[in-house]
T-cell receptor, first 120, second 114 residues
């Protein structure tokens, strides 16, 4: 069974500084996808970034980058130049397979989340 | 595009009552799913569907039913509400044709069972 672990329940970061959110995963599959979602206080889930298990380069999307260390089974999210609007819960999630197989579906397993508070 | 919509936003039920949470998407996505989020926890999969007429159970299906008669709609039915079903419920959808197949989430329904 898949498992996602986020060991940091909460953290503070100074505005304009970078922050790293830890995520480790456990799977016996060779093919999988890793996702990060942001959940602001308003409650919606916002997709941030994706990394496939065979991707050799770390994924980047604007101020978000994913530090993927396959051998260590970690997929840490780095937010550069933090802004006040980055204050939110952040969830790491994993999907079996690189693409949704019709019979298996596009099931995600989520970690418990990390709450980030950006200080001015 | 409205994306994924959910109704109602809030609901209070008494133990034993039944209700249906509505979910609709206008992106022609094949895949739809329901998750629940309990306080301080990540999301857990309840049921999912890979297309109209096809549904299957996720991690925590007990006490819930689903059906998918159209591509657009995926309602979740609580058969006999229990306090343990107090949670925030999210519906999500994704495509099969365009990677990375990320899921788009609705705004959630906050359910309280007394």
């Amino acid at each position: 069974a898949q498992k996602i672990t986020q060991t940091q329940p909460g953290m503070f970061v100074q505005e304009k500084e970078a922050v790293t959110l830890d995520c480790t995963y456990d799977t016996s599959d060779q093919s999988y996808g890793l996702f990060w979602y942001k959940q602001p206080s308003s409650g919606e889930m916002i997709f941030l970034i994706y990394q496939g298990s065979y991707d050799e380069q770390n994924a980047t999307e604007g101020r978000y980058s994913l530090n993927f260390q396959k051998a260590r089974k970690s997929a840490n999210l780095v937010i550069s130049a933090s802004q006040l609007g980055d204050s939110a819960m952040y969830f790491c999630a994993m999907r079996e397979g690189l693409s949704p197989i019709k019979a298996a579906g596009n099931k995600l397993t989520f970690g418990g989340g990390t709450r980030v508070l950006v200080k001015p | 595009n409205a994306g994924v919509t959910q109704t109602p936003k809030f609901q209070v039920l008494k133990t034993g009552q039944s209700m249906t949470l509505q979910c609709a998407q206008d992106m022609n996505h094949e895949y739809m799913s329901w998750y629940r989020q309990d306080p301080g926890m990540g999301l857990r999969l309840i049921h999912y569907s890979v297309g109209a007429g096809i549904t299957d159970q996720g991690e925590v299906p007990n006490g819930y039913n689903v059906s998918r008669s159209t591509t657009e709609d995926f309602p979740l039915r609580l058969l006999s509400a229990a306090p343990s079903q107090t949670s925030v419920y999210f519906c999500a959808s994704s495509a099969y044709r365009v990677g990375p197949y990320e899921q788009y989430f609705g705004p959630g329904t906050r359910l309280t069972v007394t």
